[in-house]
């Protein structure tokens, strides 16, 4: 009987410090100018699940500021030209491929209704740096909350 006590007391620590290994530990939030209305709150890069949405605050001209926690292992993802956007009701990183600053917790990190207002926003941003553009954007979207 002491034995069983004490393998089902080892099974039960093990569960709960492999949750707390895995459990998300890095937040930030991600502006909207348009809500992608995100349904699933996992979100994905490359067809790997990174992290997940865990609080949505939506203005009144419909702009949406997501509060959301990346998994320790994928937080280096999470650089100074970062994007997500929307697609099939999921929210997606859009995986930078230059060699940025990673961005500290708590940063806001600009986010599109679709992958096709990413690709207009930085059609129209070539000639600007990509970062500074989204900056202002991000800047212009939260001043909006105020």
């Known amino acids: 009987m002491y034995r069983k006590s004490i393998f089902i007391l080892t099974l039960a620590l093990t569960f709960c410090l492999n949750c707390a290994m895995f459990s998300p530990k890095n937040f930030y939030y991600v502006v909207f100018e348009d809500n992608p209305n995100v349904e699933n709150t996992k979100i994905y890069s490359k067809g ?28 280096e993802l999470i650089k100074s030209d970062t994007v997500f956007y929307a697609d099939e009701n999921s929210l997606l990183l859009q995986v930078s491929d230059t060699d940025t600053q990673v961005l500290p917790e708590k940063s806001f990190i600009l986010g599109f209704a679709s992958q096709t207002k990413l690709v207009w926003f930085k059609a129209k941003n070539t000639m600007k740096d990509f970062s500074t553009a989204a900056q202002k954007e991000i800047q212009k979207i939260v001043e909006s909350f105020k």
């Open 48 to 75: 790997i699940e990174i992290g997940k949405i865990l609080d949505q605050d939506l203005s009144k001209e419909n702009k949406l500021i997501l509060t959301i926690a990346i998994n320790s292992d994928y937080k």
